[in-house]
């Protein structure tokens, strides 16, 4: 990056060209079984984030160690207790382990590396404590981008009392984005939506039996609500919509900032 910059200074190449090889440089190959775009964060504001699911925890440690080295920060999901086994066997120097064991999540960080908070808010409700898991995963994710994340949980329709409070405490605090959570026949994203004027993502998650078991009940009934300003990720997709909902919530928030400037 150094050399890309330097020759940017010179007048040896162009801004086109530079930005060109920086993307190039973004990719960090790790032997022949990973890929890193260790560049992902500074292009889209989302940060590399590594799936756990099918790696041994030897790959595990050597995709942390690279990842760690190059941006500071290391964010697993779907992440195996063998995994964090080893990992925290092999925690580098002046680096911190932060385990969210309900997500699955593991997050590492350099002493130096500091979340830019954004001014970004998101609200997230679920239909049932079944739920938790996976609007663990996305507010995980949304606080690692910089946004602050206002949770509810077990507040879905078989008590449809207990939602309304939470909704408007929601509202109060203008949050810019809500992510609902619901397995089973996915109701709650619906009534909210109706109630709301604010972008509404909903999971589905695969807590469910019978006929429409997994979450396929609940994905359908979400694709096909007559609710509108609903997007739906795909069954169990957390990371997902944390992801989406921070997006959101950090461009509202710099198209605040710039109002007020």
């Given at each position: ?6 020759k940017?200074?010179?007048g040896?190449i ?30 889209k ?34 992440v ?17 382990l ?10 590492l ?9 954004t ?19 996305a ?6 981008m ?17 939602l ?13 984005v809500?992510?609902a ?12 939506a109706?109630?709301?004027d ?5 999971i ?13 009940g609940?994905?359908?009934?979400m ?8 997007a ?12 989406i ?17």
């Amino acid at each position: 990056m150094k050399e890309v910059l330097d020759k940017l200074s010179n007048g040896e190449i162009s801004v086109e060209q530079a930005e060109k090889l920086l993307r190039i440089h973004s990719i960090e190959e790790i032997g022949n079984m990973a890929k890193i775009d260790t560049g992902r964060e500074t292009r889209k504001g989302i940060p590399e984030i590594i799936l756990g699911e099918g790696k041994t925890p030897q790959n595990i440690l050597e995709i942390t160690r690279k990842v760690l080295k190059t941006t500071g920060r290391v964010i697993i999901s779907r992440v195996q207790k063998n995994q964090i086994s080893i990992i925290k066997k092999n925690i580098p120097d002046n680096t911190s382990l932060h385990i969210n064991s309900k997500a699955n999540i593991i997050v590492l960080r350099k002493d130096n590396f500091k979340i830019k908070k954004t001014g970004g808010k998101v609200g997230i409700l679920t239909a049932g404590s079944s739920d938790i898991p996976i609007a663990e995963e996305a507010k995980v994710i949304a606080e690692e981008m910089g946004c602050e994340v206002i949770s509810t949980y077990d507040v879905g329709v078989a008590g449809i009392h207990r939602l309304f409070p939470r909704l408007k405490e929601m509202i109060e605090k203008n949050v810019d984005v809500i992510v609902a959570v619901a397995g089973r026949e996915g109701a709650l994203p619906s009534v909210i939506a109706g109630m709301i004027d604010v972008p509404l993502i909903a999971i589905p998650t695969s807590v469910g039996y019978g006929l429409g078991e997994k979450g396929i009940g609940a994905l359908i009934a979400m694709l096909q609500s007559c609710s509108l300003g609903i997007a739906v990720v795909n069954i169990d997709g957390g990371v997902s919509a944390g992801t989406i909902a921070a997006l959101i919530a950090n461009r509202v928030s710099k198209a605040r900032k710039r109002r007020k400037t």
